[in-house]
């Protein structure tokens, strides 16, 4: 399990790293702006599928479990599956890390409910993990919350929402994963249909995107969109948790 997560942690963090480094040193370039969209994507699915093939045989996982229905086996599809949700997650997160303590604090009510999943499951490894991640994330908030001294950059953000993805991975609940990280992944749908509306329709179907600019743009003050995302969390991690032991 560690392995898993050290080398999804390690590998998106790394992508993350170079892109912001590029960044800062041909920010005044014309018409560059770190790695270009598609790079990153497929540089994301390439660390993915290394992530997706220690899950799938190295810890042997080839299943989801479906609640009222119980594990569904996947097979070699659980491999093409778990690469496509940690590229989800990696990016819906770092678009969510938008606002001073919006994305933090969402991940550490995920991840508290994935403690309570881990400890359900007798899974000792990964929920000393949770609490240990958990520590760091209480330090990191204190500097990042309105007005946030630090940032997370893509280094952070594409880091921690490949991580949150291998950890719900882990779990085998990833139908409570996606209801847990509900906010990330609404977030993320935003900026997802804004730009395919843009190349395709030649139109914005948001007047800004993702969502919690939306927010600001109507009036929204950053502290009170940050502590209703943290409500919205709260409660679908309550019902993800539920889902996750029926």
């Known amino acids: 399990e560690l392995v898993a997560i050290t080398f ?39 660390v993915a599928l290394g992530s997706a093939a220690i899950l799938h045989w190295g810890l042997k996982i080839d299943f989801v479990y479906i609640p009222y229905w119980g ?8 491999f093409f599956l778990a690469a496509l949700v940690i590229v989800a997650f990696a990016n819906a997160f770092d678009f969510t890390d938008g606002l001073d303590g919006l994305s933090c604090g969402l991940l550490m009510i995920c991840l508290m409910a994935f403690w309570l999943i881990s400890m359900a499951d007798l899974d000792g490894v990964l929920a000393t993990f949770i609490v240990l991640w958990l520590g ?7 500097f990042n919350i309105y007005p946030a001294r630090i940032m997370l950059g893509n ?65 929204w003050e950053e502290p009170k969109i940050v502590a209703r995302a943290w409500l919205v969390g709260l409660v679908l991690a309550i019902f993800g948790v539920w889902l996750a032991v029926l």
Request: zero cysteines; proline letters at 3%.
């Open 136 to 142: 760091s994330l209480m330090a990191y908030l204190y």
């Open 71 to 78: 594990p569904v086996f996947l097979g070699i599809g659980y």
């Open 8 to 46: 999804t942690f390690i590998g998106f963090g790394l992508l993350g790293f170079y892109d912001d480094v590029i960044k800062i040193l041909g920010f005044n370039k014309a018409g560059f702006f770190g790695l270009r969209m598609r790079h990153k994507f497929m540089l994301q699915w390439v």
């Open 155 to 219: 280094v952070g953000g594409l880091a921690f929402g490949a991580t949150l993805a291998v950890v719900g991975l882990l779990s085998g609940k990833i139908v409570a994963l996606m209801v847990i990280g509900g906010v990330f992944l609404a977030e993320g749908l935003s900026s997802l249909l804004q730009l395919y509306s843009k190349r395709f329709m030649k139109k914005r179907i948001f007047p800004i995107a993702p969502l919690h600019h939306w927010l600001q743009l109507v009036g």
